[in-house]
């Protein structure tokens, strides 16, 4: 877990032969008829997978491609139809041209996820969505119905979560960070009133029963779904106090938050960083 998080930080242009995926091992989890989950090096990625196909929902890294590929061939001999980018991060988009090429998949994403791959020069055009969308898109397959939402300004300003109706899974994107601090793009167009406002929309469309493929961390719950909104609450309620009362941000950061959040911190967001963030996006 220590390895995934950590090539988050890696940029996207080194990534292409990089041997540090060699023993990166592609983790499949069934959670309901058709529906998957993989996990690797980077976002957690969904799977439909029956007899009208394959679609997945993210693709991580390019040098993790064939692996993935290989991990829904042991479910389908089906090439994958579709991929769905919840938002344009490398960690989620890398493996697009590679399903491109050698699956001769379509890709789906929001507007501003073209946008913003188009404009970023560590990617290529045969890498951008060739279908894009405003609000949002419906796929039916798989004797599923398959609902992708846009939800604005909250990791980035190309966020789409997708509902799977039928098996009564939710794969949240970035939206989501199980057990830890979240990641709010502020250069992206992400708020953090807007995080906080998109997870709380999403809490309350739940049942307690059903399953959510956060963008990063295990399977999760409404349960730990929540845990994660009240902790984003709280700090972020707690940091504004304080910067309204005068306090600098490298005072905050120096005496740093509640003991209780401290299990929070990883490689990518520490506390330190998700002080600085909610100081300076709120």
């Known amino acids: 877990m220590r390895l995934i998080?950590?090539?988050?930080?890696i940029p996207f242009s080194l990534l292409a032969n990089d041997d540090r995926f060699a023993d990166v091992t592609i983790e499949r989890t069934h959670l309901a008829e058709s529906v998957y989950m993989l996990t690797g090096a980077g976002g957690n990625i969904g799977v439909s997978a029956g007899p009208d196909g394959v679609l997945i929902i993210d693709d991580q890294y390019a040098p993790l491609a064939e692996k993935i590929a290989a991990s829904v061939?042991?479910?389908?001999?089906?090439?994958?139809?579709?991929?769905?980018?919840?938002?344009?991060?490398?960690?989620?988009?890398?493996?697009?041209s590679w399903f491109k090429q050698h699956h001769h998949a379509t890709v789906f994403a929001h507007d501003n996820v073209r946008i913003r791959l188009a404009s970023d020069k560590d990617h290529h055009h045969d890498a951008l969505p060739v279908v894009t969308y405003e609000d949002g898109i419906k796929f039916h397959f798989n004797g599923e119905t398959i609902?992708?939402?846009?939800?604005?300004?909250?990791?980035?300003?190309?966020?789409?979560?997708?509902?799977?109706?039928?098996?009564?899974?939710?794969?949240?994107?970035?939206l989501f960070f199980e057990g830890r601090f979240p990641y709010i793009d502020l250069g992206a167009g992400g708020t953090v009133a807007g995080y906080i406002t998109n997870v709380e929309r999403l809490i309350s469309m739940l049942d307690e029963d059903m399953k959510i493929i956060s963008g990063h961390g295990k399977l999760a719950?409404?349960?730990?779904?929540?845990?994660?909104?009240?902790?984003?609450k709280e700090t972020a309620a707690f940091v504004l106090t304080q910067k309204r009362a005068g306090m600098s941000l490298e005072q905050l950061t120096e005496n740093g938050l509640d003991e209780?959040?401290?299990?929070?911190?990883?490689?990518?967001?520490?506390?330190?960083k998700w002080i600085t963030t909610l100081y300076k996006g709120q």
């Open 221 to 232: 719950t409404k349960t730990d779904y929540q845990k994660s909104l009240d902790m984003m």
């Open 147 to 174: 609902r992708v939402m846009h939800l604005p300004a909250g990791h980035t300003d190309g966020d789409s979560v997708v509902w799977f109706e039928k098996a009564r899974v939710l794969h949240t994107g970035d």
């Open 5 to 9: 998080f950590l090539l988050l930080l």
């Open 73 to 96: 061939a042991d479910v389908s001999e089906s090439d994958v139809k579709y991929v769905v980018n919840t938002h344009y991060h490398g960690d989620h988009t890398g493996s697009n």
């Open 260 to 272: 209780k959040w401290k299990d929070w911190s990883w490689n990518f967001i520490t506390e330190e």
